[in-house]
């Protein structure tokens, strides 16, 4: 069965540093998601992406944040420089169609910013 | 963001039974409803979801049902497996472009034989 596969499983990095998180959405998906999870929290939607550009984004997802599709296959998150705060589980998800019914997630990369 | 809530942290129920599992929202512009399923380490893995133009969608052991008027939507689970045993997250869309999902703080659910 297809799967969104996210690399790494889990990811410390000093606070301040950049971080890039990885992500290969299904292959027939069109349309890519980044969620985060705060332990503890709700998951929190972060940005949409559609035909190589941002079609939503929230009040989380602000200049420290980029998303980047580079090729064909990954898309990526990036956080220019790392808060203790921005310590989460990162969920990518895609789907096939408009609107986010159905979509898959990934397994998701733990962040630790120490 | 309290546009949906999830008022039971937790659910204990005997293998089975029925779990029922109950979503509140207060934005009548949500079109469509979602529930996941989350198991430890591991992403969010859609169950079953329902347009608001409906009031039920059945799918083997899931059913979910929405009563719009009173902005609450459920998920039935029966009979329930200790397989079953993850938390569980109802989320929104509101209508229109690449919305995004809004998600309720979850329901842990515990199945035992």
């Known amino acids: 069965e297809p799967e969104v596969t996210q690399t790494p499983s889990h990811q410390v990095t000093q606070m301040g540093q950049e971080v890039i998180l990885r992500c290969v959405p299904i292959?027939?998906?069109?349309?890519f998601y980044w969620y985060r999870q705060i332990l503890g929290q709700k998951v929190e939607f972060l940005v949409s992406?559609?035909?190589?550009?941002?079609?939503?984004k929230s009040e989380i997802f602000d200049d420290q944040f980029s998303v980047e599709r580079p090729d064909g296959s990954n898309f990526t998150l990036k956080i220019r420089s790392t808060k203790l705060e921005d310590s989460a589980m990162y969920f990518c998800?895609?789907?096939?169609?408009?609107?986010?019914?159905?979509?898959?997630f990934g397994q998701g990369t733990r962040l630790t910013v120490v | 963001d309290q546009q949906v809530k999830q008022n039971s942290p937790s659910l204990s129920v005997q293998e089975g039974r029925i779990s029922i599992l109950n979503c509140d929202y207060t934005?009548?512009?949500?079109?469509?409803f979602l529930w996941y399923k989350k198991y430890p380490a591991e992403g969010p893995t859609f169950l079953i979801s329902?347009?608001?133009?409906?009031d039920k969608n059945e799918d083997g052991r899931f059913t979910v049902f929405l009563n719009k008027s009173a902005k609450h939507l459920s998920l039935h689970i029966v009979p329930s497996q200790p397989g079953d045993s993850a938390v569980y997250f109802c989320?929104?869309?509101?209508?229109?472009?690449?919305?995004?999902?809004?998600f309720g703080a979850g329901t842990r659910l515990a199945v035992h034989p």
């Open positions: 329902i347009s608001s133009i409906k």
């Open positions: 998800a895609s789907s096939e169609r408009q609107g986010q019914t159905e979509a898959f």
């Open positions: 934005n009548s512009m949500f079109d469509y």
């Open positions: 292959s027939n998906h069109l349309y």
């Open positions: 992406f559609y035909n190589n550009e941002i079609s939503e």
């Open positions: 989320a929104a869309r509101g209508s229109g472009g690449y919305n995004k999902l809004i």
